[in-house]
């Protein structure tokens, strides 16, 4: 065992970090009100705010404490710890957002796309909304970047990807190379489920799950580090959830169900996407599915829609083994629909809790606006350390 004690440079940095987290939780605090949250010393934490500030990190608010002995000085975070910008990219359009280390939103814009857009039409929707939320920034840096998109990304380029009977954007947009001279950190870009599925996690969908894997027992409530989240919407996508974390795959592609081979409507085998053109549930010129059709289903389409479904889920919890499965999207969180889901999925050979998501509604806005703010508050710690890096 080592005997070596820790610089003083690193608990300084340390320290540092826990003044900075803690003023990320908090609009402003006192040297006295960091010091109790931390259980660090006085003299300490005033150390570490005379480095922060100095370093622009950390600003004096002006305002002084009240009450018995000394009036303590009111800090919080320097606006030039800067922001972080979320981009969510859908069929009905593109929605930007500048969030600031406290987790606010300081400013959003909204750019419609006319359906079929290609490439260039949501390229010029994205330029515009970042734009409009830029102007708004000012002279304040945009320092990390979390992009959502309704079609299946590349994982080691952030490029978006053109499958087969993918209803939305073709696969030659690229995200990150378009946030370029906004963005002077790192940029996250994901498909829409998996960052849905994230905000589901963060928002504790384990709650009344069965620990005995029986389909619709009650159970102990908290969050769940291995569900199955599936998305059921204009398009179709499922996002798994291993261990706490989404395994995106090799490629990126992981969850890509659409060709899941299942049981389409006349007991024959098809690919789930081609059970919706059966039932007559495709929007017209498209492959993308008449969500308002499904929701107006009567009783034998929504049962031949969950024995198709049923199908996917049970290869799912065959590869997977999940605690549970969530169901999201705006046809999938349908009582109806989840009420027949949940009694097929009584009876496939591996029972799973079946629950509908929470998160909505752009749940995958709420989900890539948290990656951006953690990478974000990242990115700030990490000046506070490296003056180089600021």
Request: charged share 20%.
């Amino acid at each position: 065992m080592s005997s070596a004690k820790p610089s003083l440079e690193l608990l300084r940095s340390l320290t540092d970090e826990h003044v900075l987290r803690a003023l990320m939780g908090r609009p402003r605090l006192t040297r006295a009100e960091v010091a109790a949250l931390t259980g660090i010393s006085k003299p300490t934490i005033s150390e570490a705010f005379r480095r922060l500030e100095q370093a622009g990190a950390v600003v004096d608010t002006g305002e002084r404490s009240h009450g018995r002995g000394r009036a303590g000085t009111y800090y919080s975070l320097s606006p030039a710890c800067g922001l972080a910008l979320v981009v969510s990219i859908t069929p009905q359009g593109v929605v930007a957002e500048t969030v600031d280390a406290l987790g606010r939103v300081a400013a959003a814009a909204e750019v419609p796309l006319d359906r079929g857009t290609d490439a260039g039409g949501a390229a010029r929707g994205v330029v515009e909304a970042v734009a409009a939320v830029a102007r708004e920034a000012g002279t304040l840096r945009v320092r990390a970047a979390a992009v959502s998109a309704a079609d299946p990304v590349d994982r080691a380029s952030g490029r978006l990807v053109h499958l087969p009977d993918s209803p939305f954007l073709v696969g030659d947009l690229d995200p990150a190379s378009l946030l370029r001279g906004v963005v002077d950190g790192p940029v996250l870009v994901d498909n829409d489920v998996n960052w849905a599925a994230r905000a589901e996690q963060a928002a504790e969908v384990g709650r009344a799950v069965s620990r005995t894997g029986a389909a619709g027992a009650a159970g102990a409530a908290g969050p769940s580090d291995d569900f199955v989240y599936l998305y059921l919407d204009e398009g179709l996508g499922c996002a798994v959830v291993t261990d706490g974390a989404v395994r995106r795959g090799h490629a990126g592609l992981a969850g890509e169900i659409a060709h899941v081979v299942t049981t389409g409507p006349d007991g024959r085998a098809m690919p789930l996407t081609e059970v919706f053109a059966r039932l007559g549930l495709r929007r017209e010129g498209s492959t993308a599915i008449e969500v308002e059709a499904v929701r107006a289903a009567d009783g034998v389409t929504l049962a031949a829609l969950a024995t198709a479904v049923c199908g996917v889920l049970s290869a799912a919890v065959a590869l997977a083994d999940p605690e549970m499965v969530v169901v999201g999207g705006t046809w999938g969180r349908h009582a109806a629909f989840v009420a027949e889901l949940s009694r097929q999925a009584a009876g496939l050979p591996r029972p799973v809790h079946l629950v509908a998501a929470n998160v909505g509604p752009r749940p995958q806005l709420a989900g890539a606006r948290s990656a951006a703010l953690e990478r974000l508050r990242d990115v700030i710690v990490d000046s506070a350390r490296d003056p180089a890096a600021r």
